[in-house]
């Protein structure tokens, strides 16, 4: 079983939709929870970011964390063309190196290719 | 992406050949990290380093080996490729503290034949 599951998709919708985008992980060791957005022949760039459980909200982002559930989604509010990317969920635990340590281990899921189209 | 840049950005190489991906970044952090991207897989960790005397193994290591020459500079090497190695690889970097956020290049398509 993988740390962290993702719907793959492709998920199409038309512009304007509201889009729920969701991701499910199994180690209690996961502390912060990141959603990335990756272009086409782009890296991955930092959309949101939390470490409780609850909602974050960002514009029309809004992050959601249940930690007793495992569980976290995104939301897209009011989703527009330049949306289409791929989503990828990220979470992340201790990392150790010889000079101390961070939380900069992160697990992804798979990715969600979403399309909004006009 | 214009902060951690990353060459080549695209490479076709053959079975057996060595190949070496650099990266660079001016954004003063400690950390780097590269990681590779398969369809279905997500991304995965392959070494990462705090500082220039600092080198860790990831989840996948095995068949790379990697070198950080500076601050600013990690490459990753491939001593033998193999089909298999053919992936999209990032790198990225975070701060020292905070929430560790990372930053990433704009990656490296390499193809093994």
């Known amino acids: 079983q993988k740390e962290v599951e993702q719907d793959p998709g492709p998920l199409s919708v038309p512009e304007g939709a509201i889009v729920s985008l969701n991701c499910t992980y199994s180690?209690?060791?996961?502390?912060?929870f990141m959603w990335y957005r990756q272009y086409s022949r782009k890296g991955p760039e930092l959309l949101m970011y939390?470490?409780?459980?609850g909602n974050k909200e960002d514009g029309r982002f809004t992050a959601q964390v249940d930690k007793s559930s495992k569980y976290i989604s995104l939301f897209i509010r009011d989703s527009q063309p330049s949306d289409s990317a791929t989503y990828l969920c990220a979470m992340s635990a201790k990392l150790s190196g010889g000079l101390g340590t961070s939380y900069g281990k992160l697990t992804f899921g798979q990715g969600t290719i979403l399309t909004v189209h006009p | 992406d214009a902060d951690v840049t990353q060459t080549p950005r695209n490479r076709i190489t053959k079975t057996g050949k060595r190949i070496m991906l650099e990266c660079s970044q001016t954004?003063?952090?400690?950390?780097m990290y590269w990681y590779r991207q398969d369809p279905g897989l997500g991304l995965r960790l392959i070494y990462y380093s705090f500082d220039v005397k600092d080198i860790n193994k990831g989840e996948i290591s095995d068949g790379y080996s990697v070198s950080r020459q500076a601050q600013a500079k990690f490459s990753l090497s491939l001593e033998s490729a193999i089909p298999n190695q053919t992936a999209l690889y990032f790198c990225a970097t975070s701060d020292t503290g905070g929430t560790d956020t990372q930053y990433f290049g704009p990656g490296t398509r390499l193809t093994v034949l």
């Open positions: 180690n209690s060791a996961f502390q912060y």
């Open positions: 939390t470490y409780s459980s």
């Open positions: 954004k003063g952090h400690d950390r």
